[in-house]
């Protein structure tokens, strides 16, 4: 008898052992292909492996039929081959099969990622394919509007300490990616391309709305070695972003990097500080492909009035920007103001002025070239004039051969512009 008590207990005890320093969960799979669905594997690899453990996707594509979340949780993920969300516009605009996790505008997510302490490794081959030509030609000529339930193709919601390496997608359909309600998260190596090839819409842009990325409510984020060609903002930073770090960004086609639109939400501030962009080369692309290159870095709020409700109108909202510098860029015959602050967005003539706040903005170092004479041109509001815009060899000469010209209003101090351009 008493040595039977003691078996037992040695038991238990090993038990113990062997659980405290048994080796984490590893997980291995292909893809199924022949026309078959891999999201149940895929679910079941990240709910077995996702937790303490790794997971490995050697090459191909992974047919994914529905929306997916990602609980990762001391983790790792290799992810070699493209998650290939099926190209059924129909079945995925129909809200309850998408996320709305990201507040900003209502907009929808087919795939969202969510933890602490993980990577996920694309090894430069692997990630998503969001088969996006269907999208854009079904919507080539049908109207477009923010929170209509076009998927963001890859989002990180409530993330603390994760990073994405070497990530590939491959056409998205809306959104690229979407930081959102997270802290402590680089993303380095990334590659996002939308380029319509349907022949019916050659020369126009059907793939607006494809940003890189927006970030919204995020801190300490960084977004290194980044390769986007999309059809609208290559960066958007919207509310509540702070210590976020661009650096070595290629930005082909699109409308240039934004800071907004900020102020949709008349009851919440919004909040962008310590922005930093670093490296940045705009390339235009050929016009059949691509036709718009539109700015370097454009900053804009809504007004100070409320003109109806997000997602598609809105205004009214306060809060503040400042502490961003952009520094060492280079814009390939940009079409329009190179660097361009306005507070008028989504406004009417006669509204009350934005009370949101630029201040302490930096640009240093820009080359290369603009089909408009307006270089600079920033439109603050009359209601919170802004202090301290600095500029340092902001050297983008205009296509034309016109004089570059520079304008600025409501600025309480400024430092670089060529004397006369500012009501200072
Ligand atoms: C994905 O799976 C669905 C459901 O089984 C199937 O109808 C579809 O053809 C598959 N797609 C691919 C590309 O294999
Ligand atoms: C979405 O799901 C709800 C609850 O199951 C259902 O009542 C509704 O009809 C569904 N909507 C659509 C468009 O399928
Ligand atoms: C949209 O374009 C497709 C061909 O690309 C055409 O079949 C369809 O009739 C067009 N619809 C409208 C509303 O113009
Ligand atoms: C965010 O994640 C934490 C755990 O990491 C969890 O406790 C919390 O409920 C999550 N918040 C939301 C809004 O999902
Ligand atoms: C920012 O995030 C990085 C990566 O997770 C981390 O190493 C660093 O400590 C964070 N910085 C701050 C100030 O929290
Ligand atoms: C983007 O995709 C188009 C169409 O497939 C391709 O021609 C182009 O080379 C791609 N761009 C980059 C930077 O890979
Ligand atoms: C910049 O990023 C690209 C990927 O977009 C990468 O190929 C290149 O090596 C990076 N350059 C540096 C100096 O890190
Ligand atoms: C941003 O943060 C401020 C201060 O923490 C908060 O009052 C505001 O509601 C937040 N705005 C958004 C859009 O979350
Ligand atoms: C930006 O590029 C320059 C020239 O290629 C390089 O010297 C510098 O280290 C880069 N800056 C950063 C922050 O990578
Ligand atoms: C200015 O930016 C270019 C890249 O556009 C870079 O090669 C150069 O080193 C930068 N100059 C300084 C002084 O940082
Ligand atoms: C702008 O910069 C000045 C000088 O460095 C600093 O005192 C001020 O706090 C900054 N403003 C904001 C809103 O961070
Ligand atoms: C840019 O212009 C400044 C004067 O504003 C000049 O000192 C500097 O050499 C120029 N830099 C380049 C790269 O042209």
Same mark, same amino acid.
Request: charged share 15%; with cysteine; aromatic share 8%.
């Given at each position: 008898?008493?040595?039977?008590?003691?078996?037992?207990?040695?038991?238990?005890?090993?038990?113990?052992?062997?659980?405290?320093?048994?080796?984490?969960?590893?997980?291995?799979?292909?893809?199924?292909?022949?026309?078959?669905?891999? @999201?149940?594997?895929?679910?079941?690899?990240?709910?077995?492996?996702?937790?303490?453990?790794?997971?490995?996707?050697?090459?191909?594509?992974?047919?994914?039929?529905?929306?997916?979340?990602?609980?990762?949780?001391?983790? @790792?993920?290799?992810?070699?081959?493209?998650?290939?969300?099926?190209?059924?516009?129909?079945?995925? +605009?129909?809200? *309850?099969?998408?996320? /709305?996790?990201?507040?900003?505008?209502?907009?929808?997510? !087919? &795939?969202?990622?969510?933890?602490?302490? &993980?990577?996920?490794?694309?090894?430069? @081959?692997?990630?998503? *394919?969001?088969?996006?030509?269907? !999208? !854009?030609?079904?919507?080539?000529?049908?109207?477009?509007?923010?929170?209509?339930? /076009?998927?963001?193709?890859?989002? +990180?919601?409530?993330?603390?300490?994760?990073?994405?390496?070497? &990530?590939?997608?491959?056409?998205?359909?809306?959104?690229?990616?979407?930081?959102?309600?997270?802290?402590?998260?680089?993303?380095?190596?990334?590659?996002?391309?939308?380029?319509?090839?349907?022949?019916?819409?050659?020369?126009?842009?059907?793939?607006?709305?494809?940003?890189?990325?927006?970030?919204?409510? #995020?801190?300490?984020? #960084?977004?290194?070695?980044?390769?986007? @060609?999309?059809?609208?903002?290559?960066?958007?930073?919207?509310?509540?972003?702070?210590?976020?770090?661009?650096?070595?960004?290629?930005?082909?086609?699109?409308?240039?990097?934004?800071?907004?639109? +900020?102020?949709?939400?008349?009851?919440?501030?919004?909040?962008?500080?310590?922005?930093?962009?670093?490296?940045?080369?705009?390339? /235009?692309?050929?016009?059949?492909?691509?036709?718009?290159?539109?700015?370097?870095?454009?900053?804009?709020?809504?007004?100070?009035?409320?003109?109806?409700?997000?997602?598609?109108?809105?205004?009214?909202?306060?809060?503040?920007?400042?502490?961003?510098?952009?520094?060492?860029?280079?814009?390939?015959?940009?079409?329009?103001?190179?660097?361009?602050?306005?507070?008028?967005?989504?406004?009417?003539?006669?509204?009350?002025?934005?009370?949101?706040?630029?201040?302490?903005?930096?640009?240093?170092?820009?080359?290369?070239?603009? /089909?408009?004479?307006?270089?600079?041109?920033?439109?603050?509001?009359?209601?919170?004039?802004?202090?301290?815009?600095?500029?340092?060899?902001? *050297?983008?000469?205009?296509?034309?051969?016109?004089?570059?010209? &520079?304008?600025?209003?409501?600025?309480?101090?400024?430092?670089?512009?060529?004397?006369?351009?500012?009501?200072?």
């Amino acid at each position: 008898m008493k040595n039977l008590v003691f078996l037992v207990l040695l038991t238990a005890c090993e038990l113990i052992l062997a659980a405290s320093t048994s080796k984490p969960s590893t997980c291995t799979l292909r893809p199924l292909g022949n026309g078959r669905d891999d @999201t149940d594997q895929v679910e079941a690899a990240i709910s077995r492996c996702g937790k303490h453990g790794k997971t490995t996707f050697q090459p191909g594509e992974y047919n994914i039929t529905r929306k997916m979340t990602w609980e990762l949780v001391d983790s @790792t993920v290799d992810l070699h081959g493209l998650l290939s969300f099926k190209p059924d516009v129909e079945y995925w +605009l129909n809200a *309850n099969n998408t996320y /709305r996790v990201v507040f900003i505008q209502n907009q929808a997510s !087919w &795939f969202v990622i969510t933890g602490n302490s &993980f990577t996920i490794n694309g090894h430069n @081959t692997g990630g998503i *394919n969001g088969n996006g030509q269907t !999208w !854009w030609s079904f919507y080539g000529n049908r109207s477009r509007s923010d929170g209509d339930g /076009r998927p963001i193709a890859f989002t +990180l919601s409530n993330v603390t300490d994760g990073t994405v390496r070497d &990530f590939r997608i491959e056409s998205q359909p809306f959104w690229c990616n979407t930081v959102a309600d997270s802290k402590n998260v680089i993303y380095d190596g990334m590659y996002c391309n939308a380029t319509n090839q349907d022949g019916t819409y050659a020369g126009q842009n059907i793939v607006p709305n494809t940003d890189g990325i927006n970030t919204y409510r #995020s801190d300490n984020v #960084s977004l290194l070695n980044w390769d986007i @060609t999309c059809g609208d903002d290559c960066l958007a930073i919207k509310g509540n972003s702070t210590n976020i770090l661009a650096k070595n960004v290629t930005c082909r086609g699109g409308n240039g990097i934004a800071i907004g639109s +900020l102020g949709q939400y008349v009851n919440l501030n919004d909040i962008v500080d310590h922005v930093q962009f670093e490296n940045v080369t705009m390339l /235009r692309l050929d016009p059949k492909l691509q036709p718009n290159m539109h700015s370097g870095v454009y900053l804009k709020t809504w007004t100070g009035s409320v003109n109806g409700v997000p997602p598609t109108g809105g205004g009214g909202g306060g809060g503040y920007v400042s502490n961003l510098v952009a520094n060492n860029f280079k814009v390939d015959d940009l079409d329009s103001t190179v660097i361009h602050l306005y507070q008028t967005n989504g406004g009417h003539s006669g509204d009350a002025p934005s009370t949101l706040q630029f201040s302490n903005l930096t640009f240093t170092n820009w080359t290369g070239s603009s /089909r408009s004479a307006k270089i600079v041109d920033l439109e603050c509001s009359p209601a919170v004039p802004c202090p301290n815009m600095v500029f340092d060899s902001v *050297n983008v000469t205009v296509s034309s051969g016109q004089t570059p010209s &520079f304008t600025c209003v409501n600025v309480v101090s400024e430092s670089g512009l060529p004397a006369g351009s500012c009501n200072v």
